[in-house]
């Protein structure tokens, strides 16, 4: 069997894991019907709720009830989706984002998403491991939801980061805590005026997608404005999104050890040749390149957006299953804190990094 054949092979379900993945498709495709049903049953006032926050929150609950009592059953099933079925809704995220979208909006934007991520994710973790002595791996997960597309970034993150399933959820609720106040805080601080003093409607589109945490709430926030906002501020977050490929490449070889098992510091070929490679990151980043230059009819993009969706909700239902209150509870007030610092910095830092970019 050669490597590529093999490596196929782990994305092919293995009979033992179909009741486990039954389970999780069923309960992602409620999570999914149940996001749409809210939204249309409180007539749109419900804002920001996403089929992937559903998920997990309904997972951990019956992941704290009743997955217990059948977990030797569904475990293998479980598992995939939060292994395989993640890389694969990463690799499908690229059917939303072409380079086109990234063209038009500049220079500027790419400057701020930059900035904004790489100023972040370096202040996260020196806060988290440094000051509020947060364990790395928490640390790691926090910042790269703050720092790219929230929970995407942190279920990205895991494989590389070798995170447990708790450390992933309390990254998650930093992203949906604090990415949902600041949904509703930037189009309100807009309309009173604030923000309009330093920003034309453009730069604020750059500066929420730039600076708010998911997908779904740069949405809101710049929709909020306008629709021509609410465009500019889209384009420049999937932006952000495409960054997650490099990212995690870095990531994966600032985690590689530098030294070897007699204590002999490797040189920088070894430590390369440890890394490894999140091949899924890359792909999707094909797939960008794909969609970007191949001719797609409309049907067979929205066909892929969805399977998207239903594959990233799939993740995060299997996430909330394997999530214990009490590991939770353990790890304290200490990431919250951590996110809320954070999310001052993307409020402030951000809007500075923006600013200063506009008037170049």
């Known amino acids: 069997m050669t490597a590529f054949t093999q490596a196929i092979s782990h994305y092919i379900p293995k009979y033992r894991q179909f009741m486990g993945l039954m389970v999780v498709l069923t309960g992602s495709l409620f999570c999914l019907w149940l996001n749409t049903s809210l939204d249309i049953w409180s007539n749109g006032?419900?804002?920001?709720?996403?089929?992937?926050?559903?998920?997990?929150?309904?997972?951990?609950?019956?992941?704290?009830?009743?997955?217990?009592?059948?977990?030797?059953?569904?475990?293998?099933g479980v598992c995939f989706a939060k292994g395989q079925?993640?890389?694969?809704?990463?690799?499908?995220?690229?059917?939303?984002?072409?380079?086109?979208?990234?063209?038009?909006?500049?220079?500027p934007a790419v400057m701020s998403d930059a900035l904004v991520l790489t100023?972040?994710?370096?202040?996260?973790?020196?806060?988290?491991?440094?000051?509020?002595?947060?364990d790395k791996e928490t640390t790691l997960l926090i910042g790269a939801g703050a720092s790219i597309c929230g929970a995407a970034a942190v279920i990205a993150a895991e494989p590389v980061v070798k995170a447990e399933a708790h450390k992933v959820t309390i990254a998650v609720a930093t992203v949906v805590v604090f990415g949902t106040i600041a949904m509703l805080l930037y189009p309100f601080l807009y309309h009173l005026?604030?923000?309009?003093?330093?920003?034309?409607?453009?730069?604020?589109?750059?500066?929420?997608?730039?600076?708010?945490?998911?997908?779904?709430?740069?949405?809101?926030?710049?929709?909020?404005?306008?629709?021509?906002?609410?465009?500019?501020?889209?384009?420049?977050?999937?932006?952000?999104?495409?960054?997650?490929?490099?990212?995690?490449?870095?990531?994966?070889?600032?985690?590689?050890?530098s030294g070897g098992s007699d204590g002999e510091k490797l040189s920088i070929m070894h430590r390369v040749k440890q890394v490894k490679v999140p091949w899924f990151a890359f792909i999707f980043i094909l797939i960008v390149l794909l969609h970007t230059w191949l001719p797609m009819s409309k049907s067979f993009e929205n066909t892929m957006v969805r399977l998207d969706d239903i594959l990233l909700t799939m993740?995060?239902?299997?996430?909330?299953?394997?999530?214990?209150?009490?590991?939770?509870?353990?790890?304290?007030?200490?990431?919250?804190?951590?996110?809320?610092?954070?999310?001052?910095?993307?409020?402030?830092?951000?809007?500075?990094?923006?600013?200063?970019?506009?008037f170049i």
């Open 45 to 76: 006032r419900i804002v920001g709720l996403s089929s992937l926050t559903l998920a997990i929150l309904i997972g951990m609950v019956l992941g704290n009830t009743i997955y217990p009592k059948c977990a030797a059953k569904l475990a293998d």
């Open 85 to 107: 079925i993640l890389r694969l809704a990463i690799i499908f995220y690229g059917f939303k984002l072409t380079l086109t979208e990234v063209a038009s909006v500049g220079m």
């Open 119 to 134: 100023s972040t994710f370096l202040i996260t973790y020196w806060l988290g491991t440094k000051l509020l002595k947060v």
């Open 193 to 257: 005026g604030w923000l309009q003093v330093w920003l034309s409607p453009q730069d604020y589109g750059v500066y929420t997608g730039s600076t708010i945490h998911e997908v779904a709430q740069v949405v809101v926030a710049g929709n909020a404005i306008s629709l021509e906002v609410g465009d500019t501020a889209v384009v420049t977050k999937m932006i952000r999104v495409m960054m997650l490929a490099p990212f995690l490449l870095i990531l994966s070889f600032a985690l590689t050890k």
């Open 315 to 358: 993740a995060m239902f299997a996430l909330g299953l394997t999530t214990h209150l009490s590991a939770i509870k353990q790890a304290g007030a200490k990431p919250l804190i951590l996110g809320a610092i954070m999310f001052g910095w993307l409020i402030i830092g951000g809007g500075l990094i923006n600013v200063g970019i506009s």
